[in-house]
């Protein structure tokens, strides 16, 4: 049972499985409620979070409630405990928002809200982040999280990002990384779904970014804080969170 639990979670996309848990979701909190992990973005506290990774398989990653990864509460916590997000007045915009998220920021009365994306139905515009249909320095803050691994020209992508973003404003950028690399790998070549997967670690994925991630942050004008901010939290917290110790937090800045 645990092994074709784990496949459907994996062979369903996450935006469906999101979607599916809106239903779901009471009848899965009083199935996995208990005390061991608590999920900072709903509160609730589970006695475990759930399997989740192409390939080789992450323990305690999916929260049962949200649907989030390790990443999504690691940005919730940052925003929560280290900024004024949640408080302040912001125009923010969102490039292909994680759902759950989406849902939460577009009820926030401090925020001027938009979300962007090219292909999704569920967004307030949709736009090519190579060519976003906004004027120059619109937005206080801008997300982007696991989107520019997908895009072959990723600075023309960022350079995008940095004109829209204000004077003085703010953002987070994740991608998938290897801290092991000091190179970013990326072969445009590949275009087979199955050797993406292998190379890339996704199917639809066109390069593993390296350290060298931030210096091309830099050089279309954003300054860059590498934040390794899950390191900030005790082991114990650490596992209750379901958090990464090695992931790192892109938070970028415009002067």
């Given at each position: 049972?645990?092994?074709?639990?784990?496949?459907?979670?994996?062979?369903?996309?996450r935006p469906v499985l999101i979607n599916l848990s809106v239903f779901f979701r009471p009848f899965i909190y009083l199935f996995f409620k208990g005390s061991r992990f608590t999920d900072p973005i709903d509160g609730r506290?589970?006695?475990?979070?759930?399997?989740?990774?192409?390939?080789?398989?992450?323990?305690?990653?999916?929260?049962?409630?949200?649907?989030?990864?390790?990443?999504?509460?690691?940005?919730?916590?940052?925003?929560?405990?280290?900024?004024?997000?949640?408080?302040?007045?912001?125009?923010?915009?969102?490039?292909?928002?994680?759902?759950?998220?989406?849902?939460?920021?577009?009820?926030?009365?401090?925020?001027?809200?938009?979300?962007?994306?090219?292909?999704?139905?569920?967004?307030?515009?949709?736009?090519?982040?190579?060519?976003?249909?906004?004027?120059?320095?619109?937005?206080?803050?801008?997300?982007?999280?696991?989107?520019?691994?997908?895009?072959?020209?990723?600075?023309?992508?960022?350079?995008?990002?940095?004109?829209?973003?204000?004077?003085?404003?703010?953002?987070?950028?994740?991608?998938?990384?290897?801290?092991?690399?000091?190179?970013?790998?990326?072969?445009?070549?590949?275009?087979?779904?199955?050797?993406?997967?292998?190379?890339?670690?996704?199917?639809?994925?066109?390069?593993?970014?390296?350290?060298?991630?931030?210096?091309?942050?830099?050089?279309?004008?954003?300054?860059?804080?590498?934040?390794?901010?899950?390191?900030?939290?005790?082991?114990?917290?650490?596992?209750?969170?379901?958090?990464?110790?090695?992931?790192?937090?892109?938070?970028?800045?415009?002067?």
């Open positions: 049972m645990k092994k074709i639990f784990k496949i459907l979670l994996n062979r369903i996309p506290s589970y006695r475990k979070f759930l399997p989740y990774g192409y390939g080789r398989q992450r323990e305690n990653a999916l929260s049962p409630g949200t649907l989030s990864l390790e990443r999504h509460r690691q940005m919730w916590l940052y925003l929560q405990n280290e900024t004024d997000f949640f408080s302040k007045n912001y125009k923010v915009l969102h490039i292909a928002p994680e759902q759950d998220f989406l849902r939460r920021f577009k009820k926030m009365k401090n925020l001027n809200y938009t979300s962007a994306d090219l292909f999704s139905p569920i967004v307030d515009v949709k736009a090519d982040i190579l060519d976003l249909p906004f004027e120059d320095e619109s937005y206080d803050i801008v997300f982007c999280n696991h989107v520019l691994e997908h895009i072959q020209d990723d600075r023309k992508a960022m350079s995008e990002l940095y004109r829209v973003m204000r004077k003085g404003g703010w953002g987070i950028l994740q991608v998938p990384m290897k801290t092991s690399l000091q190179e970013t790998y990326e072969d445009f070549s590949v275009t087979d779904p199955k050797e993406r997967q292998r190379l890339f670690g996704q199917y639809d994925h066109v390069r593993w970014y390296g350290m060298d991630y931030f210096q091309r942050l830099e050089s279309v004008g954003f300054e860059v804080e590498v934040n390794f901010y899950s390191r900030t939290f005790s082991e114990a917290d650490r596992k209750k969170y379901g958090l990464m110790e090695n992931e790192i937090l892109p938070v970028v800045y415009k002067k």
